[in-house]
């Protein structure tokens, strides 16, 4: 080998292995420097988002609906697990979910007041006319002007005066002593001072009438009379209890009486009046009925 030769084999400024190989292991560490550098940089990051908890809303909205993800925690994955070990979606680390609003016991409704029953008859003089429209404030009823099975009725009234019926034929009559007027009655609209009524003859025979109660004291008045006999009424109530009985007498014509009923019974009792011929001092001697008023 010639001198020329060896100078160009062995290290020189161009062409040599030697050089080649020192920038390659320079370049190789500085790429594991810098991987280093890097990896210790996202290291700190990461320790610095992970220790920061993120601030919450200030009005206390949706935490779920556009809030930043936590570092730390991968995407996707089930709400915070609560102390009771069930997933709460949307909520934040730290965050707990509100407590269950306590049980309350209904208080049950309080019982209404039991109702004393009261039953009181008293007669009382009958006016030479009497207004049913001032009277029954409630509810009216008449007999005799319309027929002998037909009445009129206080217009718009309560209708808690019902004719339960009774024995014997119903017949009419003109020649009560004391007149009856009106101004809101149905069908007939008003009368000035009728001196009609109904009546039927016979021993047993007469008329039954009921007055709903409503628990509230109410107040009845009950226009009746009869001809040549001795008539008995009876009032009692549907709850049962004591009767009062009351009788008219007489022998030779007619005669009138007003009876005021004060009674209470609970909603959906009644008051209960039968008004009977118990005697004739005549082959038609009888009771008769004009009107009930209720206030």
């Given at each position: 080998?010639t ?53 919450l ?61 009261v ?51 119903r ?53 009746a ?26 022998p ?21 009046v ?22």
């Open positions: 080998m001198d020329d030769q060896v100078r160009r084999i062995g290290p020189g400024p161009t062409g040599g292995t030697t050089p080649r190989i020192a920038r390659h292991r320079h370049r190789r560490r500085w790429v594991i420097e810098s991987l280093g550098a890097l990896t210790c940089l996202l290291a700190l990051v990461a320790y610095l988002n992970f220790e920061t908890e993120p601030e809303p200030a009005t206390g909205g949706d935490l779920s609906a556009g809030a930043p993800t936590v570092a730390g925690r991968p995407t996707g994955l089930p709400g915070v697990v609560t102390e009771a070990g069930v997933a709460s979606p949307g909520l934040q680390p730290r965050q707990r979910p509100p407590s269950p609003s306590p049980s309350t016991t209904p208080t049950p409704a309080p019982k209404p007041e039991p109702v004393t029953a039953l009181t008859v008293a007669e009382v003089e009958v006016p030479a006319v009497v207004d049913l429209t001032g009277l029954g404030t409630r509810d009216w009823v008449h007999w005799g002007l319309a027929g002998p099975d037909r009445t009129v009725r206080k217009r718009d009234g309560s209708g808690e005066i019902r004719d339960e019926g009774g024995r014997g034929q017949a009419t009559y003109d020649t009560n002593p004391e007149g009856f007027s009106w101004r809101d009655g149905t069908p007939v609209g008003s009368a000035d001072a009728t001196a009609t009524g109904t009546y039927a003859c016979g021993v047993g025979n007469g008329f039954a009438l009921s007055v709903a109660g409503s628990g509230e004291l109410r107040t009845v008045h009950l226009f009379g009869l001809w040549m006999s001795r008539g008995r009424l009876d009032v009692r109530l549907s709850t049962g209890g004591p009767t009062r009985t009351l009788r008219l007498e007489d030779h014509t007619n005669h009138t009486a007003q009876w005021v009923v004060r009674f209470r019974v609970p909603r959906g009792q009644k008051l209960l039968s008004w009977t011929t118990e005697r004739t001092f005549n082959g038609c001697g009888n009771v008769g009925i004009q009107a009930v008023a209720l206030r």
